[in-house]
């Protein structure tokens, strides 16, 4: 079943009566084939369907970090591999790990296949967040992905003759970026994150309203 995203049916509160100061998040992803960037980029949408005032969505390897003062909510997410994080998020990590956020909210997010074995990266990520001191806003969140059968992809040429090692090794890969590049998102997944992202942002608003007001 589909799920269809209702973030057009809530009113967010009135950014001009409330007297709070404009409102600004990050979404910082990073993508091997284009699915975390979707979530990411449907995050970034329900964030100005909730009059969030700015919304950036970055890639990891093109954000300056220095400007993370700049945004009261900064949302991380990336694809789940072999377990944990990603390489190229891992690095995004340890540099991250030693920014100051103190004063700020975050969210963390990943891709991943709908397995219990599969593992998560959400979980190192808002590790990270909280560490450097940001507020959890909402809990991690994952967005399934799906591969196709093996039978319907594409197998690289039978080997002719005896591989040798090195060939045998180069084929296996080549067969495991095929699979891996299969994978696409549940049906569903966009609406879904769409509508997240609209909670985070009203969540962000909420604590805001209730900070300035204390």
């Known amino acids: 079943m589909k799920i269809v995203s209702s973030v057009k049916l809530f009113a967010p509160p009135d ?6 100061s404009e ?5 910082v992803f990073d993508s091997r084939y284009g699915n975390t960037e979707k979530i990411a ?7 100005k369907e909730s009059q969030i005032q700015e919304v950036v ?11 993370f003062g700049d945004f009261d909510l900064i949302a ?22 030693h920014f100051d956020l103190k004063g ?26 909280r560490d450097a001191g940001a507020k959890i806003l909402m809990p991690p969140s994952s967005a399934f992905v799906t591969r196709p059968p093996s039978e319907e992809l594409q197998p690289s040429a039978a080997p002719k003759t005896r591989e040798t090692k090195k060939e045998r090794h180069a084929r ?14 549940e049906e569903g997944m966009e609406g879904k994150f769409e509508l997240i992202g609209f909670e ?5 608003v909420q604590a805001q309203t209730i900070l300035q007001s204390s």
């Open 15 to 20: 950014f001009c009566c409330g007297g709070l």
């Open 76 to 97: 991380v997410g990336g694809p789940t591999e072999m377990h944990h994080a990603s390489p190229p998020m891992r690095e995004f990590l340890s540099k991250l790990k």
């Open 41 to 47: 980029s449907e995050i970034a949408k329900g964030l």
């Open 172 to 185: 296996k890969s080549e067969e495991k970026e095929i699979k891996h590049a299969a994978a696409v998102l």
């Open 104 to 129: 700020k909210y975050g969210f963390a997010f990943d891709t991943k296949l709908n397995s219990w074995w599969a593992g998560d990266a959400s979980n190192a990520i808002e590790h990270v967040l």
């Open 200 to 204: 985070l942002g009203h969540a962000l």
């Open 57 to 67: 969505c970055s890639k990891t390897t093109e954000v300056d970090i220095e400007k």
């Open 23 to 27: 409102l600004k998040a990050i979404v």
